[in-house]
């Protein structure tokens, strides 16, 4: 990153050798580089990277106040780079010496918790500390530079041939002169700064790094100051409708148009007016195709009548056929097209022709031109709310309690800065984050002295949220700003983001014993607690102005090509994405004018991070095969590529340093190439779940892999399986022939979430036994277990069974007491006998989910209080009873019951009589009944009058 002369020295470089320090100057990689003879080139590095830390601490804050310093820190930052690839490329040359000799594998480097490098104080002598450390790493070469050579030369020259030491050995020596060099001309300027500064605010900073933030801003579940709002345009919808209308709802970003929305559409009078609500978030890229096509997905019972279909004609035809005589609603979040109606006409085509009174179209938007083209009525105008009810919202954000009186002087600032908010709630719920973080005086008062540095403008609140950003540890920083990559409106799955997240080596082990995945999620919720991300469901969203802000901070890293629009490319990007969408649909895709953007982007040796949208970005091949030739640092990659092209990709990679690779919308069987088993980095590897895929032999040499995405015939044809130790999820089939018993999964230690397939290749107890899954804190999904399922006692944290095909009506011992299994929370048994489970007061109360299917043997069932209840093909099944208390059904989300023709005794249905329609069943969100005859009384309840039998 370039830093700008009249900004600040911040805490990004010393985080970054921090995080480089950590993962490689290990123990491990100390024992290596002794064995090849490189010891003392790596610790000459070492040694020159704390210095240069050290430097960076004391100067962190500091004004950067001419142009050959702001061009030194650039220059350092692309140093740490370097270095941090040389060390990485070395790990790879590890990794690769133990597996071609079979000598057992270990993660890399860089996935193991590392020495914390956390800068240590830096007091008043500091200046000469670094200058003592570095005259004793110049005595220690000189005086021990024979000796060391000896003991350092290889046994095995096989181990790392010659030329390729000595091409380390320089690089190395390279990078050591040029910090050693860059870190005098900035301590050479700031040494004044260094001489006279006491602990450092980057040393704060790491604090809260090594601190796990759970602070949490418990907003009430409410819409503050827009039930005015609600009623008005609910009426608007509900009595003004007619076959066009169209009404526009207009104000300034951030200011609630969505949430308003939102309150609209989950209104009961709205459920209860229209047959079906449709929401869709248009963003920049309007393109009726695509807008039809989501429609079709909320209105087409199966997908495959439209899916392949290319043709926009027909598309209309196949969604007018769907809505006719249907009353809708529809709306259209976040538009922006405002130049050209002939897209829009297109789109409200089949619409109007639907001939039913009482549709309607709502659409949010910035601009009064786009209102002034769509509207059929005049545009709905929101501005901010009232100062009572934004100062009930914005305590809510900064106390976590809208009713806090306490703390006259937290009280006092904090009108003074909800005042200067002007209604937006956005920015309320930023800032408001912000100083819920600290509620001490010291900390508000600090926030508004920056506060009144800012003097925003009225409609500008980027730089608001530009001070809740700075206030992030720097490792939420770079997982905010990293996200900049994404489209506009991109849904976010969690575990996806935190996988990109640890390719990047943003996501750092903590002491408190948990993986990196739970805590790159960790690192989401505190997004989501500090009002960068919004939950919605099962997946997460940034509001269009927290994107831009993203798109702000990380400008020196990180690119967007978005369309045909040709932005200036900064030479140093490190992370890139190309977004295709709005060409999706495009008959004549526009190949070459892509492809002339694309060449122009110079150099690109060192990007990290390749992302592509759009499925149409399968035709730009040839640019494709070329970043990944000339993309030697290449860390990431996710591309859309046809089957017939996934070995020329493959085989174009570097594999040193790969850690993500993700292939989109395989679904042909293709043969995965056998370059991808020399990839001993790469952690991710998403081929798809709907091809089944050829395996290579020595797919085990993938010893760093996490998450395999792919068929369970992908899983199942692994060989030797039992080498991809740090594996999370695996479907195993136990065969008879080859690496494929049920010991390879003895060392599998991280599995969460395991499937086993024919146990009856198994012989005997002590077999299953060998599987040692007594060690393993793992979701257990064993499938036609006999006797030996007693061997595969599960670990005692077991939170999820599912078996299949289990004949014995005898449950295995160890789930006779809930002391062997005190966290199961889920289970799931199919095709099974009754089991004594089913009656055990020890295991019941434990469980949170219950899956039963094709239980044929079970009469009655006993429940007690759950989340979800599955009941499917339970032909004998004539009672489901448990206590009659409201505690029964308070907390269950998921009731599906089908096919139980005899089921005549269901007691959450049964005891509704004994409290109100208002307390029962207060969570459900999913509820499905069909082919159960006996209770279809349940529709005399009120709550389901209106429900039909499926």
């Not at 123990?27 to 590095?45: N, P, R, S, V, Y």
């Not at 009144?452 to 403008?457: I, M």
């Not at 899983?715 to 136990?734: D, P, T």
């Not at 089991?835 to 299917?853: A, F, G, M, N």
Request: aromatic share 8%; proline share 3%.
């Amino acid at each position: 990153m370039m830093w700008l002369v009249g900004s600040v020295v911040d805490a990004a470089i010393g985080c970054l050798v921090q995080s480089i320090l950590g993962s490689f100057f290990t123990e491990q990689m100390e024992a290596w580089t002794h064995e090849i003879g490189l010891a003392e080139d790596i610790k000459k590095l070492e040694f020159e990277m704390m210095a240069v830390e050290r430097v960076l601490a004391a100067a962190e804050g500091r004004s950067i106040d001419s142009k050959p310093l702001a061009e030194s820190l650039g220059s350092l930052r692309e140093l740490l780079y370097d270095a941090e690839d040389v060390m990485d490329e070395l790990d790879y040359h590890r990794l690769k010496h133990q597996i071609e000799k079979g000598e057992g594998c270990s993660a890399a480097a860089g996935n193991n918790p590392g020495t914390n490098y956390a800068a240590s104080s830096i007091s008043s002598s500091a200046y000469q500390l670094i200058c003592s450390a570095r005259q004793k790493i110049t005595s220690w070469i000189s005086s021990d530079r024979k000796r060391k050579r000896e003991e350092e030369e290889p046994t095995d020259s096989t181990m790392l041939p010659l030329e390729i030491k000595c091409d380390f050995s320089k690089r190395i020596n390279r990078i050591v002169n040029s910090l050693q060099k860059t870190g005098n001309s900035v301590s050479g300027v700031l040494q004044l700064e260094i001489s006279s500064r006491g602990l450092t605010s980057n040393q704060r900073h790491i604090m809260a790094r090594n601190t796990r933030l759970t602070t949490s801003v418990p907003i009430e579940p409410k819409v503050y100051g827009r039930d005015a709002d609600r009623d008005r345009i609910i009426e608007m919808l509900i009595n003004e409708g007619s076959s066009d209308l169209v009404l526009p709802i207009v104000g300034i970003g951030g200011i609630g148009k969505t949430t308003l929305a939102r309150f609209v559409y989950r209104d009961q009078r709205i459920i209860d007016h229209f047959d079906f609500q449709i929401w869709i978030c248009v963003s920049t890229n309007f393109n009726e195709e695509r807008l039809t096509l989501e429609i079709l997905e909320h209105v087409c019972k199966d997908r495959q009548d439209y899916r392949d279909v290319t043709n926009f004609n027909v598309l209309q035809e196949i969604l007018l056929k769907n809505i006719r005589g249907k009353r809708f609603l529809i709306i259209l979040d976040d538009m922006w097209e405002d130049r050209d109606s002939s897209g829009w006409d297109k789109l409200l085509a089949p619409l109007k022709c639907n001939q039913v009174t009482g549709c309607v179209v709502l659409a949010t938007t910035r601009r009064n031109s786009v209102a002034q083209m769509i509207g059929t009525v005049n545009e709905f105008q929101i501005s901010g709310l009232d100062e009572k009810e934004f100062w009930l919202f914005f305590k809510a954000c900064a106390f976590g309690n809208e009713a806090y009186e306490d703390q006259p002087s937290l009280q006092s600032i904090g009108q003074k800065i909800a005042k200067a908010l002007k209604g937006c709630l956005l920015a309320a719920r930023s800032v408001g984050a912000l100083l819920n973080r600290d509620v001490s005086y010291e900390h508000w008062r600090t926030v508004q002295d920056k506060w009144k540095s800012l003097q925003v403008k009225d409609d500008d609140i980027i730089p608001i949220l530009k001070l809740s950003y700075d206030y992030l540890p720097f490792h939420l920083q770079c997982c905010f700003s990293y996200c900049s990559l994404f489209p506009e409106d991109h849904r976010f799955y969690g575990e996806t983001l935190v996988q990109a997240w640890l390719s990047q080596n943003f996501v750092q082990y903590e002491d408190t014993g948990t993986g990196l995945e739970e805590t790159g999620l960790q690192y989401l919720a505190n997004l989501v607690d500090f009002g960068f991300f919004q939950k919605v469901g099962s997946h997460y969203v940034m509001h269009d102005l927290m994107h831009e802000l993203a798109e702000q901070v990380s400008s020196n890293e990180c690119a967007k090509i978005n369309g045909l629009q040709r932005n200036v490319i900064p030479p140093n990007i490190r992370h890139l994405s190309i977004i295709t969408t709005c060409h999706d649909n495009d008959l004549d895709f526009p190949i070459e004018q892509f492809e002339e953007i694309l060449q122009k982007i110079r150099p690109f040796q060192k990007l990290r991070s390749l992302m592509f949208f759009g499925q149409s970005s399968i035709n730009l091949l040839k640019s494709i095969l070329t970043f990944c030739k000339e993309a030697k640092c290449l860390r990431l990659l996710r591309v859309y590529v046809s089957s017939a092209d996934i070995n020329s990709v493959q085989n174009s990679l570097n594999p040193y340093h790969l850690r993500y690779l993700e292939f989109i919308d395989v679904y042909e069987n293709v043969v995965l190439p056998r370059a991808l088993t020399s990839f001993y980095h790469l952690q991710v590897l998403n081929v798809g779940i709907y091809g089944s895929h050829d395996v290579p032999t020595s797919m085990n040499n993938l010893v760093n892999l996490r998450h395999l995405i792919a068929h369970d015939k992908v899983h199942r044809a692994i060989a030797g399986v039992g080498n991809m130790a740090s594996l999370q999820e695996l479907k195993f089939k136990v065969q008879t022939v080859g690496s494929f018993g049920i010991g390879q999964l003895r060392s599998m230690n991280n599995l969460v979430t395991l499937g086993i397939s024919h146990l009856e290749n198994v012989k005997t107890r002590d077999e299953a036994s060998g599987a040692r899954l007594i060690d393993k804190d793992v979701c257990l999904e064993p499938d036609r277990s006999k006797d030996v399922l007693e061997g595969l006692r599960p670990h005692h944290n077991l939170k999820t069974l599912s078996i299949t095909g289990y004949s014995d009506p005898n449950s295995p011992t160890w789930l006779s007491s809930n002391l062997s299994v005190i966290s199961l929370q889920s289970i799931h048994l199919e095709n099974c006998r009754e089991w004594q489970i089913l009656r055990s007061p020890e295991i019941l109360p434990l469980l949170r989910r219950l899956k039963l299917v094709k239980m044929s043997n079970l009469v009655e069932l006993s429940i007690p209080s759950l989340e979800e209840l599955v009941l499917i093909e339970m032909p004998k099944l004539e009672k489901c009873i448990g206590s009659s208390r409201i505690e029964l059904t308070a907390d269950l989300r998921v009731l599906i019951i089908k096919d139980c023709p005899q089921l005549n005794e269901f007691t959450p249905f049964q005891s509704y009589s004994s409290f109100g329609a208002e307390q029962w069943f207060p969570s459900l969100t999913e509820l499905t009944i069909g082919c159960c005859p006996h209770i279809r009384w349940y529709q005399q309840i009120p709550l389901f009058r209106t429900l039909k039998d499926v």
